[in-house]
């Protein structure tokens, strides 16, 4: 019993904090050697897809506000650009993953297969989950607004196992459904534990995000509010330097986002090591009584 408390003692949210950082000093320049070539191209998709241009801003003179008229070509500007940018966001990731698995260097064919990995994650975790939210979504626009609380207790429910399941299909050779089944078992008498931890990590992950982006998204907002004038006022167009500023933080925000999100993941393994080997002691422990 004594081992079986010195297990669980170093299993603290201290002790795994200093393993989730031991993970990001480690690997970080694997990450950065394999795949800073993907995190330029991304940054450089967002900045194509959403800086610049805007294309023109109407006013509603019946109600008086100002709205922001998409062309085709914008449209398939804004569509297009972030569907390439998640597909290749989830790559990025599912190769993180390969990384933080074991394969320190793993080569481009394996960083691939890693990627198209978790991109099949998450296809079959918006079959199994997805479909559930949108009806959920839908009944609350139709029906009444108060069962986005419920449309809120369901995404929080299934964040957790979904956190482990993530990192068992990634880390392991377990299908889907058994990451999944892992994932519900592990959490059984330790649910609150794991997602306080999943909370905080993510809370200071989007902190993070919001300040890396706060340059560019101010300059967004002005070139906004600026297209407004133009179509009330006929005010004149922002310099071309407010331009090249927006790009060039945006694409520094980016490359600081895909930071913040590899710290997030090395973390959030550590929590997910420490939710296994918390599950092993309950069940032990159950097994002793």
């Given at each position: 019993?004594?081992?079986t408390?010195n297990?669980?003692?170093?299993?603290?949210l201290?002790?795994?904090?200093?393993?989730?950082?031991?993970?990001?000093t480690?690997n970080?320049?694997?990450?950065?050697?394999?795949?800073?070539?993907?995190?330029?191209?991304?940054?450089v998709?967002?900045?194509l897809?959403?800086?610049g241009d805007i294309?023109?801003?109407?006013?509603?003179?019946?109600?008086?506000i100002?709205?922001h008229?998409?062309?085709?070509?914008?449209f398939?500007?804004?569509?297009?650009?972030?569907s390439i940018i998640?597909?290749?966001?989830?790559?990025?990731?599912?190769a993180?993953f390969a990384?933080l698995?074991?394969?320190?260097?793993?080569d481009?064919?394996?960083?691939?297969?890693?990627?198209?990995k978790f991109?099949?994650f998450?296809?079959?975790?918006?079959?199994?989950?997805?479909?559930?939210?949108a009806?959920?979504?839908?009944?609350?626009?139709?029906?009444?607004?108060?069962?986005?609380?419920?449309v809120?207790?369901?995404?929080?429910?299934?964040?957790?196992?979904?956190y482990i399941?993530?990192y068992?299909?990634?880390l392991?050779?377990n299908n889907?459904?058994?990451?999944l089944?892992?994932?519900?078992k592990?959490?059984?008498e330790?649910?609150?534990?794991?997602f306080?931890?999943l909370?905080?990590?993510n809370?200071?992950?989007l902190?993070?995000?919001?300040?890396a982006?706060m340059?560019?998204?101010?300059?967004?907002?002005?070139i906004?509010?600026?297209?407004?004038?133009?179509?009330?006022?006929?005010?004149?167009?922002?310099?071309?330097?407010?331009y090249i500023?927006?790009?060039l933080f945006?694409?520094?925000?980016v490359l600081?986002?895909?930071?913040?999100?590899?710290?997030?993941?090395?973390?959030k393994?550590?929590f997910?090591e420490?939710?296994?080997v918390?599950?092993?002691?309950i069940?032990?422990?159950?097994?002793?009584?």
């Open positions: 019993m004594n081992n408390e297990v669980a003692d170093a299993q603290s201290k002790e795994s904090a200093k393993k989730g950082l031991n993970n990001i480690t970080f320049f694997v990450v950065a050697h394999l795949l800073l070539p993907l995190s330029v191209l991304l940054a998709l967002v900045i897809a959403f800086c294309g023109k801003v109407r006013m509603d003179y019946v109600a008086y100002p709205f008229e998409i062309s085709m070509a914008f398939l500007r804004y569509a297009g650009g972030a998640v597909i290749l966001f989830m790559l990025w990731k599912g993180l990384i698995g074991g394969e320190r260097k793993p481009i064919k394996g960083a691939a297969l890693a990627g198209l991109v099949q998450c296809l079959l975790s918006m079959i199994a989950f997805g479909l559930i939210g009806a959920l979504v839908v009944a609350s626009v139709k029906l009444s607004v108060y069962i986005w609380i419920a809120a207790v369901y995404l929080v429910v299934i964040s957790v196992p979904l399941a993530e068992e299909y990634m392991t050779d889907f459904r058994k990451s089944c892992k994932g519900i592990a959490l059984k330790q649910w609150g534990r794991v306080f931890r909370l905080v990590t809370a200071v992950a902190l993070l995000v919001v300040v982006l340059p560019a998204l101010a300059l967004m907002l002005g906004y509010d600026n297209a407004t004038a133009v179509c009330v006022s006929g005010a004149q167009k922002p310099p071309i330097l407010v500023s927006e790009c945006m694409g520094l925000g600081a986002v895909l930071c913040v999100v590899y710290a997030a993941v090395s973390v393994k550590a997910y420490e939710a296994k918390n599950f092993a002691l069940a032990e422990e159950k097994r002793e009584q």
